[in-house]
């Protein structure tokens, strides 16, 4: 807008008639029809002045008023250019900040896209880990086996009363987890420990790696149109 716009604009909201108005702001009524139709070149004192008689500050009328306006009209004006300068800067700012913000949301989409396709972090293969119960000091990590352990040299006859004896010991407990932990492993529990072998492995796919490529796209496609946007602006 115009300052000769804005001028005819509030004095018509606020019912003066040129004369009115000329007499409050204690200029010629002459010249504030100039100014009313864009003829005359202001003075900052006569902005101020007419700021006043609509009781506002004198900055709030010139915010008002398009930049392109006050870069071509009132830029000669000492007031006017330190504030425009001021614009300029803050406005310079911004962009640098929607610009790391852009650049950011790109990298984080890259980074959730990469993530979302990594079977390191969301690893496909779901192992099943079993233990048929708890193994005393002295036992061997088979002890649970239903045939001769080779390890004690154990014949049919010994093998079938430890298995018969194994069965009011039997425990079973089976454990699933995304991290391979070999083709058994042992867990402590004081004096007695279990010891899981692995019975099966499957192939799933974690729901967080859809969430992490979905939100990776967001954050690439809300980055670009960011760019985007900002280079349309400065052309």
């Given amino acids: 807008m115009k300052l000769g716009e804005k001028i005819k604009q509030l004095r018509q909201d606020a019912g ?4 009115e108005l000329a007499e409050k702001a204690h200029i010629e009524q002459s010249y504030l029809s100039k100014l009313e139709n864009e003829k005359g070149s202001p003075s900052f004192d006569v902005i101020s002045k007419i700021a006043g008689a609509f009781e506002i500050d004198v900055f709030t009328l010139i915010d008002s008023l398009s930049m392109s306006y006050l870069q071509e009209n009132l830029q000669h004006l000492p007031e006017i250019a330190v504030k425009i300068e001021s614009q300029r800067a803050a406005k ?3 962009m640098r900040r929607s610009y790391i913000l852009a650049a950011m949301l790109i990298v984080l989409g890259v980074a959730f896209v990469i993530i979302g396709n990594s079977s390191t972090i969301f690893p496909h293969s779901i192992y099943q880990y079993k233990s048929m119960g708890l193994i005393n000091e002295g036992e061997i ?3 649970y086996q239903m045939s001769p352990l080779r390890e004690l040299a154990e014949d049919w006859e010994i093998s079938k009363k430890r298995i018969a004896d194994n069965i009011a010991r039997l425990d079973e407990s089976l454990l699933l987890t995304r991290s391979y ?4 492993f042992v867990e402590e529990y004081g004096q007695q420990r279990r010891y899981y072998e692995l019975i099966d492995v499957r192939e799933m796919e974690s729901p967080m790696k859809d969430f992490a490529v979905v939100f990776g796209f967001i954050f690439l496609l809300t980055g670009g149109f960011i760019m985007i946007y900002l280079f349309k602006w400065l052309n």
């Fill in 16 to 19: 003066l008639t040129q004369p």
């Fill in 181 to 184: 932990r070999g083709e058994g």
């Fill in 92 to 94: 310079k700012l911004k």
């Fill in 141 to 143: 990590n088979q002890h």
